[in-house]
T-cell receptor, first 116, second 114 residues
């Protein structure tokens, strides 16, 4: 158990809909990362937040957005869903930003999103 | 971005050492070499990382070539639980020590035979 929790575990929805994925980082971790894992694209970094502020962006679509709240939990919002958005979405957390290169990322169990 | 090249799959026997290679011929001086693994139906987990010197921890060893163009992850005594996809990742260090998210490649699928 990494200490990172993600809800829900599974989500089934229809094209065009909007969903919200939730992540609670390990106690004390200030950085949260979101990743998408699909069969054709592999594991891709989407976005990073540190203590409530966006720090880095990866291959995140404009239809997707995220935020980190004062209690440090984070939400990933996916809108206008398409079939190709079906994937596993992982959240990871690490201690901070400074010296981040040395800080391991702890991954949650993921949310499996199926878009029908 | 500097890229890594890993074999698609490798097979080993239980209780034997495993050497997982990674080529990164375009690595730059500030790139750190990180290894993560993903067990079946789980999120990735950190294994080890290094810059120039060889590194050891309770999980594995990392041997880095003198020219840093390749590295090898060593599992000293593989168990069935080590069957996973192993990812070799280069991370660029920003000024102040920060870094971007992890850029995963396809990794090496390690199969352990009992």
């Amino acid at each position: 158990d990494s200490g990172v929790t993600q809800t829900p575990k599974h989500l089934i929805t229809a094209t065009g809909q909007r969903v919200t994925l939730r992540c609670s980082p390990r106690s004390g971790d200030l950085s949260v990362y979101w990743y998408q894992q699909s069969l054709d694209q592999g594991l891709q970094f989407l976005i990073q937040y540190y203590n409530g502020e966006e720090r880095a962006k990866g291959n995140i679509l404009e239809r997707f957005s995220a935020q980190q709240f004062p209690d440090l939990h984070s939400e990933l919002n996916l809108s206008s869903l398409e079939l190709g958005d079906s994937a596993l979405y992982f959240c990871a957390s690490s201690v901070g930003v400074a010296s981040n290169i040395h800080n391991e990322q702890f991954f949650g169990p993921g949310t499996r999103l199926t878009v029908l | 971005d500097a890229k890594t090249t890993q074999p698609n799959s490798m097979e080993s026997n239980e209780e034997e050492p495993v050497h997982l290679p990674c080529n990164h011929s375009t690595i730059s001086g500030t790139d750190y070499i990180h290894w993560y693994r993903q067990l079946p139906s789980q999120g990735p987990e950190y294994v080890i990382h290094g810059l120039t010197s060889n590194v050891n921890n309770r999980m594995a060893s990392l041997a880095i070539a003198e020219d840093r163009k390749s590295s090898t992850l060593i599992l000293h005594r593989a168990t069935l639980r080590d069957a996973a996809v192993y990812y070799c990742i280069l991370r660029v260090m920003f000024r102040g020590g920060g870094a971007d998210g992890l850029t995963f490649g396809k990794g090496t699928h390690l199969i352990i035979q009992p």
